[in-house]
């Protein structure tokens, strides 16, 4: 990147480097850009685009660099145009419910039902870094379900029996 920073400095040029992601979660999406950090500090600027599901038409472009504040847009594809659609600005603090939803989804393969504890332990082998209790996961659920089952398929129960208290996800059709 040093050398081609060298040459966009020498010839007063914008260069355009396209580079791909890694497919682990991050929730910062500059730590998904797959190589070393290096790569974003020696750069002035960064677009990354999310999408949630990779067959999906929805996406988030988070836009970094040095000069100014950062932005983050909700994006729409739409197929007839070949077109990415702006949708609206995503405010700070709006993605953890996002987030969970796309643990849940990488986590989900057909069902799964157990405790909040066993739930946390399994998504957290997927994303450590993702603030997950046990106490308040079903709140974090309950918060989320409507976006589970519109935009991921995946139906949320919870059942409370002697024993303890369930929390059942499924895949259902959108």
Same mark, same amino acid.
């Given at each position: $990147?040093?050398? /081609?920073?060298?040459?966009?400095? @020498?010839? @007063?040029?914008?260069?355009?480097?396209?580079?791909?992601?890694?497919? $682990?979660?991050?929730?910062?999406?500059?730590?998904?850009?797959? !190589?070393?950090?290096? /790569?974003?500090?020696?750069?002035?600027?960064?677009?990354?685009?999310?999408?949630?599901?990779?067959? #999906?038409?929805?996406?988030?472009?988070?836009?970094?660099? *040095?000069?100014?504040?950062?932005?983050?847009?909700?994006? *729409?594809?739409?197929?007839?145009?070949? @077109?990415?659609?702006?949708?609206?600005?995503?405010?700070? !603090?709006?993605?953890?419910?996002?987030?969970?939803?796309? /643990?849940?989804?990488?986590?989900?393969?057909?069902?799964?039902?157990?405790?909040?504890?066993?739930?946390?332990?399994?998504? %957290?082998?997927?994303?450590?870094?993702?603030?997950?209790?046990?106490?308040?996961? #079903? %709140?974090?659920?309950?918060?989320?379900?409507?976006?589970?089952?519109?935009?991921? !398929?995946?139906?949320?129960?919870?059942?409370?029996?002697?024993?303890? %208290? @369930?929390?059942?996800?499924?895949?259902?059709?959108?």
């Amino acid at each position: $990147m040093n050398k /081609l920073r060298e040459i966009t400095d @020498r010839h @007063r040029l914008t260069l355009l480097v396209v580079h791909h992601t890694r497919k $682990m979660y991050d929730p910062d999406p500059l730590n998904t850009v797959s !190589g070393s950090t290096g /790569l974003i500090g020696s750069v002035d600027g960064a677009f990354v685009l999310s999408k949630d599901k990779r067959t #999906g038409n929805k996406a988030k472009l988070t836009i970094s660099n *040095r000069d100014t504040e950062g932005f983050c847009f909700e994006l *729409r594809f739409e197929p007839d145009s070949f @077109r990415w659609e702006f949708i609206g600005n995503v405010t700070e !603090g709006e993605g953890d419910e996002d987030a969970l939803c796309f /643990l849940l989804n990488e986590f989900l393969q057909e069902e799964w039902s157990g405790t909040a504890t066993e739930l946390c332990d399994e998504l %957290k082998k997927r994303d450590s870094s993702f603030p997950l209790i046990p106490s308040t996961i #079903g %709140k974090q659920l309950n918060a989320s379900s409507g976006l589970l089952k519109k935009d991921y !398929g995946i139906a949320f129960e919870r059942d409370r029996n002697k024993q303890a %208290k @369930r929390i059942f996800l499924r895949r259902v059709e959108q």
